[in-house]
Every structure is written in C-alpha cells, then in structure tokens.
C-alpha cells in the first residue's frame, strides 16, 4: 500500500496559490486515476485508487502546512504503512519555477511542511518537488501564499502534470526510473 500526499493548505483564500501546489498536483493525479477525493479522516481529505496492483491512498492533509506530519503519521500507524511508501509532492521555493526535482529521501530545506513530515515519519521516503521560485523583494510568505501570475502558471501546469506521472512511475517501477525519466530543469540552470 502507498500513500501519496500533496501538501497545501485548506479553504479558498489558498486555492491556486504557489504554497498548495502540492494539493493541485494531487488533484491532477486523482483526474488521471479517476479518483474522487471525497473522504475525510485521518486529520485528511482523500481517495482511493489501485495502481499496479497497489491499494493507493491520495491524501491532502487538512491540517495546514505547517501541521502535515501529523495528518500523514496517522495514516501511516493506521495502515502500518512504511516510509518508503510515502510519496509527498510539495512546493520549493529553493528551485526554479518550471522544474521538477524527484529524490529518494533527504532534508526538508526550509519547508515547514516538510520539515513537519519528517518529524513525524522521518526522511526515508521519495518527495516530489515542484519549483515555485522565489521573489526576494517580498517577504517570504507573502510569496508562497500568492497566486501564480499568467506567465508562470504557464509553466507550472505542464510541471504539475509530470509530477503526476512521476508519482505513478514511482509505484510501477521505483524512484529511480522516475528521477531519470521525470527531473526537469528549466533551461539556463546548471
């Protein structure tokens, strides 16, 4: 059994914005599997889909960002699940916008949602992040709480859409296959 999760935060004043990537990822994930994501439990809303023979759960925490670890974990001791089943997709603003960036494992960065994952399940599980970029001249949260302007949600549709996949390549094959096939970086980046 596999969970993957997309981080974000719930209620309409967030929706779209850079910081719920996460959430629309998953979104997009559920179209392509044909899921509902019509549950609620586990501090979570989800839905529930087989692929490649696997039970999957589709998980957006309801807990808000900075509380995602808490969601996750409990479904994670319910199910008894192990790490290596978490998949998480989430916003960075440490990469450019249009790039994706699939590892096994690893820190959170400066992700409170991350850094609450790992605090709750640990680091052992493959992440999926999505890059918003950053603007220095705004304040932090300002940035990851905004929506995308026109130019750049151009480029983060057809990212959110690869991540989608890369999640689901994950599951058939491993995470590997998916950082060869899947890691994109925008042009210009070394």
């Known amino acids: 059994m596999y ?3 997309g981080l974000g935060n719930p209620g309409k004043e967030y ?22 994501l019509n ?11 087989t692929i490649n023979g696997e039970k999957v759960m589709l998980v957006k925490p309801v807990t808000y960002m900075n509380r ?3 969601a996750i974990d409990e479904i994670m001791k319910f199910y008894k699940i192990p790490a290596e089943n978490l998949i998480v997709i989430y916003d960075d603003i440490d990469i450019p916008v249009g790039t994706l960036r699939i590892r096994p494992h690893g820190s959170p960065g400066t992700h409170n949602g ?8 640990g680091s052992n599980f493959p992440r999926i992040r999505i890059g918003v970029g950053r603007n220095p001249n705004m ?42 096939k899947y890691n994109i970086r925008t042009t210009g980046e070394q």
């Open 39 to 49: 549950k609620l439990k586990f501090n979570s809303v989800y839905g529930e889909t």
């Open 114 to 121: 991350m850094k609450s994952v790992i605090q709750h399940v």
């Open 15 to 36: 929706a779209g914005t850079r910081h719920n990537v996460g959430y629309d990822t998953l979104e997009c994930l559920a179209e392509k599997c044909n899921v509902k």
């Open 68 to 70: 995602s670890g808490i």
């Open 139 to 180: 304040d932090l949260a300002d940035y990851v709480l905004q929506r995308f302007g026109s130019d750049d949600r151009d480029k983060i549709s057809p990212i959110m859409e690869k991540a989608a996949e890369a999640a689901i390549e994950i599951i058939e094959k491993n995470v590997d296959s998916a950082m060869q």
């Open 3 to 5: 969970i993957v999760a």
